[in-house]
């Protein structure tokens, strides 16, 4: 089992900057990928960003020049860093870390989520 706890959601204003911290415990192996994901009401989740246990990252273009992520591999903690925000931005936001063992998926694991508001 993985367990995901995110933090640094909130208000903020528009053009202003907030950065996610996820925090991974229990039995993790590489390779992995760890990403962020948003959610807005009515909608499907969709990806941000996601970083490989090697450091490859992939983002749409919506947020690429804007959103940031990074990782410490030695404390299991994946960062989103949210500059530039923008009213639809507003979402929820979830941590996920999928693992694979010989080319296949074999575990996914997502947080609880946290709220980002960003008023316009």
């Known amino acids: 089992q993985v367990q995901l706890v995110e933090s640094g959601g909130g208000l903020v204003q528009a053009g202003g900057s907030l950065r996610l911290s996820c925090a991974a415990s229990?039995?993790?192996?590489?390779?992995?990928?760890m990403g962020w994901f948003r959610q807005r009401p009515g909608e499907q989740r969709e990806l941000v960003a996601s970083?490989?246990?090697?450091?490859?990252?992939v983002s749409p273009d919506s947020v690429k020049g804007r959103f940031t992520i990074s990782r410490d591999n030695a404390k299991n903690m994946v960062y989103l860093q949210m500059n530039s925000l923008k009213a639809e931005d507003t979402a929820v936001y979830y941590c996920?870390?999928?693992?694979?063992?010989?080319?296949?998926?074999?575990?996914?694991?997502w947080g609880q989520g946290t709220q980002v508001t960003v008023s316009s």
């Open positions: 996920n870390i999928k693992m694979w063992r010989f080319g296949v998926l074999r575990d996914d694991y």
């Open positions: 229990g039995s993790i192996f590489s390779p992995n990928t």
């Open positions: 970083i490989t246990s090697g450091g490859s990252t």
